[in-house]
T-cell receptor, first 112, second 116 residues
Framework: QKEVEQDPGPLSVPEGAIVSLNCTYSNSAFQYFMWYRQYSRKGPELLMYTYSSGNKEDGRFTAQVDKSSKYISLFIRDSQPSDSATYLCAMSAPGGYNKLIFGAGTRLAVHP | DGGITQSPKYLFRKEGQNVTLSCEQNLNHDAMYWYRQDPGQGLRLIYYSQIVNDFQKGDIAEGYSVSREKKESFPLTVTSAQKNPTAFYLC???????????????FGSGTRLTVV
């Protein structure tokens, strides 16, 4: 079993839809949770990060962490064609150097 | 502008040939990383370096080699021992300890390597 599971999609939605992207994980030591966005033929860029449980909002994006269920989500409201990209979750444990573990990435297409 | 530059963007390798991928950063980051990305898989760590003249193997180091002689540079050599090298290679950098917690990694635009 992989440490981080993420449905690769693809996910296709109409413009204006609410998008929900999710990852599950198995390592209960993970405390730091990140979402990266990767456009085609580009490197990933950090979109949001959260520490431990709870919600974090930034404009149209909301990140949620449910540590009891080992489940994290990224919600995109009022989705735009420019949101079309691959979204990767990543997480790490505290203490020393603990590498980031990435999910497989979910490919999202928002069509006008 | 600060960032990471990877070159070349596309690279073709013949069977049995070694090739070197370049990664340069001007962010003054101590830590640098090499990842491999294959369709449907997450980023897999090849090598990482927390400081100049020191580097560690990641999860899939076999068939690859690196050097870290300068803070700004972390080249990756794909050797002939790597049996399935066709992939998208990403270089990243960060402030040690903060990349995994607060600031994330800064990635380059990648090099697509194809075996011909």
């Amino acid at each position: 079993q992989k440490e981080v599971e993420q449905d690769p999609g693809p996910l296709s939605v109409p413009e204006g839809a609410i998008v929900s992207l999710n990852c599950t994980y198995s390592n209960s030591a993970f405390q730091y949770f990140m979402w990266y966005r990767q456009y085609s033929r580009k490197g990933p860029e950090l979109l949001m990060y959260t520490y431990s449980s709870g919600n974090k909002e930034d404009g149209r994006f909301t990140a949620q962490v449910d540590k009891s269920s080992k489940y994290i989500s990224l919600f995109i409201r009022d989705s735009q064609p420019s949101d079309s990209a691959t979204y990767l979750c990543a997480m790490s444990a505290p203490g020393g150097y603990n590498k980031l573990i990435f999910g497989a990435g979910t490919r999202l297409a928002v069509h006008p | 502008d600060g960032g990471i530059t990877q070159s070349p963007k596309y690279l073709f390798r013949k069977e049995g040939q070694n090739v070197t991928l370049s990664c340069e950063q001007n962010l003054n980051h101590d830590a640098m990383y090499w990842y491999r990305q294959d369709p449907g898989q997450g980023l897999r760590l090849i090598y990482y370096s927390q400081i100049v003249n020191d580097f560690q193997k990641g999860d899939i180091a076999e068939g690859y080699s690196v050097s870290r002689e300068k803070k700004e540079s972390f080249p990756l050599t794909v050797t002939s021992a790597q049996k399935n090298p066709t992939a998208f290679y990403l270089c990243a950098s960060s402030i040690p300890g903060q990349g995994e917690t607060l600031d994330g990694y800064t990635f380059g635009s990648g090099t697509r390597l194809t075996v011909v």
